[in-house]
């Protein structure tokens, strides 16, 4: 790739990338994500619906808080067990809502503190964010 | 309370490769990105279609998270000290010694817990490598190669991200150079260097990796539907395609083009004009991969996402396949 070709204005997130200078040698060039400067809108339209849809199936009971975040976060019941240092069957079971309720606070806290929110978040999924998020508007 | 070690930070096109230049060029060594990882044989490809700590089909574009390492110090004669943790007192204190004897030292984290980066680019995967080079108060100084300057960490954060679970559980890695050798052959580890990326290229017998990865990549990519929730999941992890071969780990493309820059600086080493050419066609190969990408994010975001689309997706893919295949085999004759 040629460096002018490679020139993408995005202050955001800055990336290095491997280009052709002038005297033809391929060296090393700070520019912009061309990804994040194009279809941030796009990623945060996609985040908000599934947002949505989320809350309202944690909302309605169909889901736990647990497989809220677990969606949210892109993670695997066999990667969310190893990371909470929980039997996959029993997190299988923490995705219910009827498990999710009767779990001690020991166990609630390695799941916040795996999906990196607090153990109030965690416990008030889908009982507040459903209003504040459909009356969010999306980015684009 | 410690206070920042003199470092000279600098930004790189992935995380592993740019924490080892950095180490190694404030520890003294003039050696650059492109070098380290083609001595290392930083290109690959591998193409994983189910597996169990992801949650939908996906690829790489390097190989091994430590590999990098590992072969770069067997390669040059450099000793890095290495070491994993039982518990992550233990973990945090053994940085904490390291830093107050002023060593930089390089750790693997899950990428998630980076405080300091935007939301959005912010995912589990516990294989990110950053330097850390000092600590002020609760918080840690971090070199991290995907940013422009020093940032801070929390400590909690830190240690969470030292000691996440799951699938490549970084268990409180850390290394950083203790021995670089005075006289270093380079030609000899280009040669190996080189040898080796070929071989896992072409040579490897198991389907998914290398050439036989890319064209399993490309056959499969059709299949994607069936794994998505919805339009906008599969068109996530379409424009994925995008982030996982320019941004993240600056794949594909962007490994593509850093080898080109490698074959470039080896050919001053190895006196043969051939890798010029080579250079320039390796450059070439991630003007495709780069086609590819910026095709993923915009049918991604268009939502055009029929078959018709991904089988495209997928002859652009295999076409990349042929070309690499051809490209390998030629590096390979060059060194004969």
């Known amino acids: ?140 | 309370m410690m206070s920042t070690i003199p470092y000279k930070h600098k930004m790189a096109a992935h995380c592993e490769s740019g924490a080892v230049t950095s180490l190694l060029n404030n520890a003294g060594l003039d050696i650059t990105e492109p070098m380290v990882f083609g001595i290392s044989s930083g290109i690959f490809f591998g193409y994983f279609h189910k597996m169990k700590s992801f949650a939908f089909p996906t690829f790489i574009v390097r190989n091994k998270p430590g590999s990098i390492r590992n072969n770069l110090a067997k390669r040059l004669g450099i000793k890095f000290h290495t070491e994993k943790f039982r518990t992550p007192d233990e973990g945090m204190k053994k940085l904490d010694d390291l830093l107050d004897k002023n060593i930089p030292v390089a750790v693997q984290v899950d990428f998630f817990y980076m405080d300091y980066l935007p939301e959005w680019e912010r995912v589990h995967i516990n294989v990110h490598f950053i330097v850390v080079v000092g600590k002020t108060g609760s918080k840690y100084i971090i070199s991290d190669s995907y940013l422009p300057k020093l940032v801070e960490l929390e400590q909690s954060s830190l240690r969470k991200a030292r000691f996440a679970g799951g699938n490549m559980s970084p268990k409180g890695f850390l290394f950083y150079p203790e021995y670089i050798p005075k006289e270093i052959d380079y030609r000899k580890a280009i040669i190996k260097g080189t040898k080796k990326a070929c071989f896992n290229m072409l040579r490897i017998p198991i389907p998914f990796v290398g050439v036989k990865g890319i064209r399993l990549f490309a056959k499969k990519i059709v299949e994607w539907p069936s794994f998505a929730r919805d339009t906008e999941h599969l068109s996530h992890e379409i424009m994925k395609i995008n982030v996982l071969l320019e941004d993240q780990g600056t794949g594909g493309a962007g490994f593509r083009f850093m080898y080109a820059s490698f074959l470039q600086q080896g050919s001053t080493y190895l006196s043969k004009p051939e890798w010029t050419e080579l250079s320039k066609k390796m450059m070439e190969i991630g003007d495709g991969w780069r086609e590819i990408s910026l095709f993923a994010a915009r049918i991604g975001k268009s939502r055009e996402l029929g078959q018709d689309k991904l089988k495209e997706l997928g002859t652009m893919i295999a076409g990349r396949a042929d070309v690499e295949e051809l490209f390998f085999r030629r590096l390979k004759d060059s060194l004969n």
Do not use: W
Not at chain 1, 45 to 67: D, F, T
């Open chain 1, 1 to 140: 790739m040629k460096e002018k070709d490679g020139i993408i204005d995005c202050p955001q997130q800055q990336v290095i990338i491997y280009v052709e200078k002038e005297d033809g040698k391929f060296e090393p060039m700070q520019t912009g994500s061309y990804i994040t400067k194009n279809f941030l809108d796009d990623y945060e339209l996609k985040r908000l619906h599934l947002e949505q849809s989320l809350n309202k199936q944690v909302a309605s009971g169909i889901v736990s808080p647990v497989y809220y975040y677990m969606v949210l976060e892109d993670l695997t019941i066999s990667e969310l067990a190893a990371r909470v240092g929980i039997r996959k069957g029993k997190v299988k079971k923490h995705l219910e809502k009827e498990h999710f309720i009767s779990l001690p606070e020991e166990t609630l806290l390695r799941y916040a503190d795996v999906f990196n929110i607090k153990l109030e978040e965690l416990l008030t999924t889908g009982k507040q964010k459903t209003d504040q998020t459909e009356n969010q508007q999306p980015v684009s």
